[in-house]
């Protein structure tokens, strides 16, 4: 599975953008069940986890330091995960990767980059103050 994130840039402060992570080469359901997840890297700093959904049930969890701000889902065709991010803050200055995990163990929350098997490249997000 081949990953391509997208619409990262450059925002003010509160602002908001959407990130898209689309399979390429291959489709989110050429396996039973996955996660697909969003994580970031500053500069200096450990991949840390953003916001996972499970594909079987739907089950959305998100990093604390996210909650009531951004919002993952995917489209009906299960091709694309989104990743909506409001009231963007200075701190979640980035680069964004979305991930496929495809070992599935109950009660996991998937946001540990060990987890995951596939990595797309990133897109850059800077949130001006």
């Known amino acids: 599975v081949q990953l391509v994130e997208s619409g990262g840039g450059f925002v003010q402060a509160g602002g908001s953008l959407r990130l898209s992570c689309t399979a390429s080469g291959s489709s989110f359901d050429d396996f039973d069940d996955y996660a697909i997840g969003w994580f970031r890297q500053a500069p200096g700093r450990e991949r840390e986890g953003v916001s996972s959904?499970?594909?079987?049930?739907?089950?959305?969890h998100y990093a604390n330091f996210v909650k009531g701000r951004f919002t993952i889902s995917s489209d009906s065709a299960k091709t694309t995960v989104y990743l909506q991010m409001d009231n963007l803050r200075p701190e979640d200055t980035a680069r964004y990767y979305c991930?496929?995990?495809?070992?599935?163990?109950?009660?996991?929350?998937?946001?540990?980059?060990?987890?995951?098997?596939?990595w797309g490249q990133g897109t850059q997000v800077t949130v001006s103050s």
């Open positions: 991930g496929t995990g495809t070992r599935m163990i109950s009660g996991l929350r998937y946001l540990r980059p060990d987890e995951y098997d596939y």
């Open positions: 959904i499970i594909h079987s049930d739907g089950r959305t």
